[in-house]
Nanobody, 126 residues
């Protein structure tokens, strides 16, 4: 059974940093795409980072580019999200997700992801 377990969320002041971890188990994820998404109250779930382990390409939306970094440790089946210069608008529940190989997919659609973590709350105060 595939499981994704996030950790590392919490309360931080604006300008601070947090590192989220997503531990994956149940299968080898070396050919998967991994992503971090977030959902704030009343808003849609949105991508904040995507990593394709095969090739190592990453994607960030403009809202977090230069502040967030996604990385992975293949041996540990763990993906990280380093978040720096946090802003109050970064407050949300952050989810880790995994997508199996899909031909021609850019893995920027929620429907590409088969596996989801339970989410971890990140709150950024002024």
């Amino acid at each position: 059974q595939v499981q994704l377990v996030e950790s590392g969320g919490g309360l931080v002041q604006a300008g601070g940093s947090l590192r989220l971890s997503c531990a994956a188990s149940g299968r080898a994820f070396s050919r998967y795409a991994m992503a971090w998404l977030r959902q704030a109250p009343g808003k849609e779930r949105e991508f904040v980072a995507r990593l394709r382990w095969s090739g190592g390409s990453t994607y960030y939306p403009e809202s977090v580019k230069g502040r967030f970094t996604i990385s992975g440790d293949n041996a540990k089946n763990t993906v990280y999200l380093q978040m720096n210069s946090l802003k109050p608008e970064d407050t949300a529940v952050y989810y880790c997700a995994a997508a199996p190989p899909r031909p021609y997919s850019d893995y920027l659609s929620l429907t590409a992801y088969d596996y989801w973590g339970q989410g971890t709350q990140v709150t950024v105060s002024l």
